[in-house]
C-alpha cells in the first residue's frame, strides 16, 4: 500500500495546496510570533536582559531586544512546514539561519565582539553559497562584465551576503523601520515570483510570506508604548539573510535555460532591480560608511550619519520616519520596475541617484526651513 504524504496533494478540500500553504504560513508566523513576544517581553524584564540607551541611541529607556527570537522561532516553524521544498533543495540553509540566530541572541544578551559576527556572518555565506551552491554567477552585462568564474562568484556572494546582513543591522535603529523595509522587499519579491511561476518559486513565495506574517506581529509590539520591544541583533541578521537568499534566487532565475537553451526569462536588468528592491538599507550603509572615511573615522564605529537620524532632526516621530523611508523605498522599486527595460548601467546609476537624492534630502529640508524661518 502506498504510504499517505500531504505534500504531494494537489488539492485539499478542494482548495489549490499552494494558497492553504500561503494562508497557514502568513497566519502560522504572525500567531506564533503574537503569542510569544508578550512571554519574551516578561522574560526580558525579570531577567533584566534589555538594552539600555547609549550615545547614538534614539530611544531613552531600557527596552527588551529579544524580538527577534520570536521572528526565528515562527518562521522556521512555519516555513519547514509550509516551504518545505526549500530545505530539501538548499540544504544548507536551516543551518545557516540557526548560526547566526545563536551568534545574534549571544551579542543581544552577552555583547560579542564584532569580529566573531563578522566569522559566523562569513560562515553562513559559504555555507549557502558552496554547499546549496545558491550564488551570483553572472553580471548581466554591468560594466561590460557577464559570466564571472566560480572562485570569483563565492567571493562576491559572500561579500553581498555580508553586506546586506549588516545593512539590515544598521538601519535597525529606529522602531518599524527594519521590518517595514523587509515587508516591502518581500512584497516585491512575491511579485515577481509569482509572475515567474514555478514550483521553489512557490515555495519562496510561502518563505516571503511567513517573514510578512512575523514581522506585522512583532511591528504591533515594536510600535507599543507599554510593551516596546526590538527584534536585536538576532532578528536583523536572520531577516537580511533570508532577504539576501531571496535577492539572489530572484538573480538566478533570469539565468535559467529553455527547452531550446536560451533564457527562460528575459530580463538584462535584474540586478538593478534587486537594488531597488533593497536600496534604502544599501544606500544607508554606502553614505555611513563613505561619511566615516571622509571624517576618516573607523568605519565600524556607531555615530549618528544614518538616514534615519537625519529625518529624526526634522522632529519627526520614529513611526513617521520609517513609513516616509518605506515610501521613499517604493517609489524606487516603482521607477525601476517602469524602466526595466533600459541597460542595466544606465537603470543602476538612476537607481543609486535616487537613492543618494532621499538619505541627504533631511539636510536641503532642515536647511530651507532655516532659512525661512
Aim: glycine share 6%; proline share 3%.
Amino acid at each position: 500500500m502506498e504510504e499517505f504524504d500531504i505534500r504531494h496533494i494537489k488539492y485539499l478540500f478542494g482548495i489549490n495546496s499552494f494558497y492553504l500553504r500561503c494562508v497557514i504560513g502568513f497566519l502560522g508566523t504572525f500567531f506564533l510570533t503574537y503569542i510569544s513576544v508578550p512571554k519574551i517581553i516578561r522574560v526580558s524584564y525579570k531577567k533584566n536582559l534589555m538594552v539600555t540607551p547609549g550615545q547614538r541611541s534614539s530611544h531613552i529607556r531600557k527596552t527588551p531586544n529579544l524580538g527577534g527570537i520570536a521572528i526565528f522561532y515562527s518562521i522556521v516553524v512555519m516555513a519547514s512546514i509550509c516551504a518545505y521544498e526549500l530545505f530539501t533543495s538548499y540544504i544548507f540553509l536551516f543551518a545557516a539561519i540557526v548560526i547566526l540566530f545563536f551568534i545574534g541572541l549571544m551579542d543581544d544578551i552577552l555583547v560579542v565582539a564584532p569580529n566573531k559576527k563578522f566569522y559566523a556572518q562569513i560562515i553562513t555565506a559559504i555555507m549557502i553559497s558552496v554547499g546549496s551552491n545558491v550564488r551570483i554567477g553572472h553580471f548581466f552585462g554591468i560594466m561590460g562584465i557577464n559570466l564571472i568564474p566560480y572562485w570569483l562568484s563565492i567571493i562576491f556572494t559572500v561579500f553581498v551576503f555580508i553586506f546586506l546582513i549588516n545593512a539590515f543591522n544598521l538601519i535597525d535603529g529606529i522602531d518599524g523601520l527594519a521590518s517595514g523595509i523587509a515587508i516591502l522587499a518581500c512584497c516585491a519579491f512575491i511579485f515577481t515570483f509569482w509572475r515567474l511561476s514555478t514550483n521553489i518559486n512557490y515555495a519562496m513565495i510561502v518563505l516571503a510570506l511567513t517573514i510578512i506574517g512575523s514581522l506585522l506581529a512583532f511591528l504591533k509590539f515594536n510600535f507599543s508604548v507599554k510593551y516596546k520591544i526590538f527584534m536585536g541583533d538576532t532578528g536583523s541578521m536572520i531577516v537580511g539573510f533570508l532577504l539576501s537568499f531571496m535577492a539572489v534566487k530572484f538573480l538566478n532565475l533570469f539565468l535559467l535555460k529553455n527547452a531550446e537553451g536560451g533564457p527562460m526569462y528575459n530580463l538584462q536588468s535584474a540586478p538593478a532591480i534587486a537594488m531597488a528592491i533593497l536600496i534604502i538599507p544599501i544606500i544607508d550603509t554606502l553614505c555611513v560608511f563613505l561619511i566615516r572615511l571622509y571624517y576618516r573615522t573607523p568605519p565600524f564605529k556607531a555615530d549618528k550619519n544614518h538616514m534615519h537620524h537625519r529625518y529624526l532632526k526634522l522632529g519627526l516621530t520614529h513611526k513617521q520616519v520609517s513609513m516616509i523611508l518605506v515610501i521613499e523605498n517604493a517609489f524606487i522599486i516603482i521607477v525601476a520596475y517602469f524602466l526595466r527595460h533600459l541597460n542595466v548601467n544606465i537603470l543602476l546609476v538612476i537607481i543609486l541617484f535616487l537613492g543618494f537624492v532621499f538619505s541627504f534630502l533631511p539636510l536641503i529640508l532642515k536647511k530651507d526651513s532655516k532659512n525661512y524661518g
